[in-house]
């Protein structure tokens, strides 16, 4: 009966899930939509799938259908173990620390995960004395009524960090442009050039290695990641879509 079952109980579970951590997070979850159709597909296929086995030639096309699906789940697997394995946690000083931009909630104030990512930066400063500017990087989205470098600037000032340590970046879309626009604001301030200046990169774990390539791509030399964790109900939500994310900035960024 399970066995019988098993997909139509994986797409009711998968749109429960999305469902849930969108309500816990009040706020809009990246790849949600993905993931939800993923279940729909699920539980149609489970009303269909009798009829499908009439189509000609069925067992061979399940066959292959099958063995894609074993060579995708095992490279899924393959770059998910890089994802987590990649190192997050380097507490040496820093000339810059910049944490990037995850979205606002209400259009006002810092998300959950960019909540997390400001309380690291905090922590690197609190507890690993790291005497670094702040560069807060993130820009205005359309629902948002201000951008996330102020947002994030305001959270920093009232939790006790001086306005005149931070550097807000506020044209950023995306975390190409977060490093692109940052560069500048780096060069700018400290009149040298990004391979001269130490830059700590403060995201979530999930996001270190992709940010790491992108760095690179923008010229950062000389940098190290400190990383947030993320919320335990999120990580198959930003472990999958970041999988995709990679392969993505890889070949396009």
Known sequence: MLKKNIDLILGILLLIYIVAINILSSTKIAFSMPIAMVGIIFIIYHFIKEKLKRIRNYD???????????????????????????????KENSDYILVLGAGLTNGKTPSLILKDRLDAALKCINEYNNTGYIVVSGGQGG???????????????????????????????????????????????????????????????????????????????????????????????????????????????
């Open 60 to 90: 061979k096309l399940s066959r292959i259908f099958k063995l894609l699906m074993c060579i995708g789940l095992v490279c899924f697997i393959g770059i998910e173990g890089i994802i987590i394995a990649y190192p997050k946690y380097k």
């Open 143 to 253: 629902d948002e009524y201000i951008s996330e470098g102020m947002a994030m600037s305001t959270y920093l000032i009232n939790k006790g960090i001086p306005k005149e340590r931070i550097i807000i970046e506020d044209q950023s879309s995306n975390t190409n442009e977060n490093f692109r626009y940052s560069k500048e604001k780096i060069e700018g301030h400290s009149a040298k050039s990004i391979d001269e200046v130490n830059v700590k990169i403060v995201t979530t774990d999930f996001h270190a290695i992709r940010s790491s390539i992108l760095a690179k791509k923008n010229g950062y030399k000389n940098f190290e990641n400190y990383s947030s964790d993320t919320v335990w109900y999120l990580i198959p939500v930003v472990y999958t879509r970041e999988a995709f994310a990679l392969i993505k900035s890889i070949v396009f960024d």
